[in-house]
């Protein structure tokens, strides 16, 4: 009762201080173990609390700081919250309070036929349902000098501490990729002051979510905001500067260009972390393969978050979105199934949103077209205005809009609901903003 009264009342948030909240002795037997301290797993541990008061639950991070969002790390290097504002939690005692046991661990390896998977010292942990919620990590290309000092990701609390420390007002900074993070990166490294050159191998910005006239009316409005952007173009290599005597670096790229640099960013996209899963004897392909109720080719074991590669809401395929909704909508479903009440994952929809220096943009499903399918689109390209709906049939499967915030959850709500719009997709194709009346039309019956 006292568990529940605090899970749902309302404590005054206070900065968290999470520690490991007691020892773990060798060979624990555990009803659940979650792998992954990151939003994916928080969320599955607090939906087991939900479901189950009593069963055990131990949940292991390899991370130093309490469980955070990495979403919270561009607001971070602005300085609009300090670390503990990217705490995934903010109460004292929260994972205590719900008789959740935290332990900072790396796991090194599962043995899924005795159920226990092995920590980094040694030590081993036994489950009855296990969820693996270990993310992705970003990738480094092979160019020479990425290993150099002064070059770094941003994905980790720590990679963002060394970018404060060399992002200064006036710093030139070399953005190596322009995918929908290296995007969030870039408004807060130029929000920083810093002089920023973007470099993106693909022929427009966001490629992956944005179609050509979208990515270049981006690169466009980038650019008259002061930031160097250059599309199909390579990093070829990252060298020492010899001309400096501060240490910087000097940045080639495949059109012949050099450029001197303080900090390189690499955003060149992620993987998912699987390296501790060689002996589990588990399906692989992009993530850990998981079916509709989430769980992996072994009964005992779910898989959530960017590690997982689970169903697709348009089509069933299986997809490793990495976006955060759909770490936290997998923890949820996971938590229901592995605490017995068996419930389907409906699918995750691709769904990105950028703020880039004032400028929103927002694709959504399928949004580059179905094969059979066909589409409207309204542009204007001066005004910094954009939509694109894609159809099958009668039913919006996906949406690309820039510089349109006013129609975004109804859009969402046409193609979660899978909403038939009969005539209304006509007057549609004639004229895309009557998009609200559709939805009225249609959605409300
Ligand atoms: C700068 C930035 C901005 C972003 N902005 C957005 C946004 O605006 N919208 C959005 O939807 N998404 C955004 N994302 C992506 C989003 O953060 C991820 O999709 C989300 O974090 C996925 O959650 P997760 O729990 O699956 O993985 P993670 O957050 O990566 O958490 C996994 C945790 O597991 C740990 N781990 C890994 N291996 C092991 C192991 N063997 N043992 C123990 N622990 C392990 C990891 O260290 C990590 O702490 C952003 C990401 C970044 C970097």
């Known amino acids: 009762m006292g568990l529940l009264k605090r899970w749902f009342g309302g404590d005054k948030p206070q900065a968290e201080e999470v520690t490991d909240t007691g020892s773990v002795a060798a060979d624990t037997a555990y009803r659940y173990v979650v792998v992954g301290a990151g939003p994916a797993g928080v969320s599955v541990v607090e939906n087991l609390r939900r479901q189950d008061p009593d069963g055990s639950i131990l949940l292991l991070g390899d991370e130093p700081e309490p469980p955070y969002s990495r979403m919270a790390i561009p607001y971070l290097l602005v300085g609009k919250v300090g670390e503990s504002g990217t705490y995934l939690r903010q109460q004292q005692g929260h994972y205590e309070d719900l008789a959740i046991q935290f332990r900072h661990a790396r796991v090194i390896g599962i043995d899924a036929t005795a159920k226990r998977v092995t920590l980094d010292d040694g030590s081993g942990v036994r489950y009855e349902q296990l969820c693996l919620a270990t993310g992705a990590r970003p990738i480094r290309p092979p160019i020479p000098g990425l290993d150099l000092p002064r070059v770094h990701h941003c994905w980790t609390l720590q990679d963002a501490r060394q970018i404060i420390e060399l992002a200064h007002d006036g710093a030139n900074v070399v953005l190596m990729g322009a995918?929908?993070?290296?995007?969030?990166?870039?408004?807060?490294?130029?929000?920083?002051?810093?002089?920023?050159?973007?470099?993106?191998?693909?022929?427009?910005?966001?490629?992956?979510?944005?179609?050509?006239?979208?990515?270049?009316?981006?690169?466009?409005?980038?650019?008259?905001?002061?930031?160097?952007?250059?599309?199909?173009?390579?990093?070829?290599?990252?060298?020492?500067?010899?001309?400096?005597?501060?240490?910087?670096?000097?940045?080639?790229?495949?059109?012949?260009?050099?450029?001197?640099?303080?900090?390189?960013?690499?955003?060149?996209?992620?993987?998912?972390?699987?390296?501790?899963?060689?002996?589990?004897?588990?399906?692989?392909?992009?993530?850990?393969?998981?079916?509709?109720?989430?769980?992996?080719?072994?009964?005992?074991?779910?898989?959530?978050?960017?590690?997982?590669?689970?169903?697709?809401?348009?089509?069933?395929?299986?997809?490793?979105?990495?976006?955060?909704?759909?770490?936290?909508?997998?923890?949820?479903?996971?938590?229901?199934?592995?605490?017995?009440?068996?419930?389907?994952?409906?699918?995750?929809?691709?769904?990105?949103?950028?703020?880039?220096?004032?400028?929103?943009?927002?694709?959504?499903?399928?949004?580059?077209?179905?094969?059979?399918?066909?589409?409207?689109?309204?542009?204007?390209?001066?005004?910094?205005?954009?939509?694109?709906?894609?159809?099958?049939g009668d039913r919006l499967v996906g949406a690309q809009c820039v510089g349109r915030t006013n129609h975004i959850g109804v859009i969402r709500g046409l193609i979660e609901g899978r909403v038939a719009l009969g005539h209304w997709k006509e007057r549609l194709k004639q004229n895309p903003h009557l998009i609200m009346d559709a939805y009225l039309s249609c959605a409300q019956q």
Not at 233 to 246: F, G, K, L, M, Y
Not at 325 to 340: E, F, V
Request: charged share 20%; aromatic share 6%.
């Open 179 to 392: 995918g929908f993070i290296g995007c969030i990166i870039l408004e807060a490294l130029a929000l920083r002051g810093v002089n920023l050159t973007v470099v993106e191998m693909g022929d427009r910005m966001v490629p992956r979510m944005l179609d050509p006239v979208a990515g270049t009316m981006l690169k466009q409005w980038c650019q008259e905001k002061g930031v160097n952007v250059h599309t199909s173009t390579r990093i070829t290599q990252v060298e020492a500067n010899p001309a400096s005597d501060e240490d910087t670096l000097l940045v080639d790229m495949d059109n012949g260009q050099q450029i001197p640099a303080h900090l390189v960013v690499v955003a060149a996209g992620v993987k998912s972390n699987l390296d501790y899963l060689q002996d589990a004897g588990l399906a692989v392909d992009q993530g850990v393969l998981v079916n509709e109720y989430l769980r992996t080719s072994d009964a005992h074991i779910y898989a959530v978050g960017d590690v997982a590669q689970g169903p697709d809401f348009e089509n069933g395929d299986r997809v490793v979105h990495a976006i955060q909704p759909t770490a936290t909508d997998h923890g949820r479903i996971a938590a229901l199934n592995m605490a017995g009440k068996s419930t389907p994952y409906r699918g995750s929809m691709q769904m990105n949103v950028l703020d880039t220096l004032g400028l929103i943009s927002v694709s959504f499903g399928e949004w580059d077209g179905v094969p059979g399918g066909d589409q409207t689109i309204m542009q204007d390209k001066e005004g910094y205005r954009y939509m694109r709906l894609e159809f099958e």
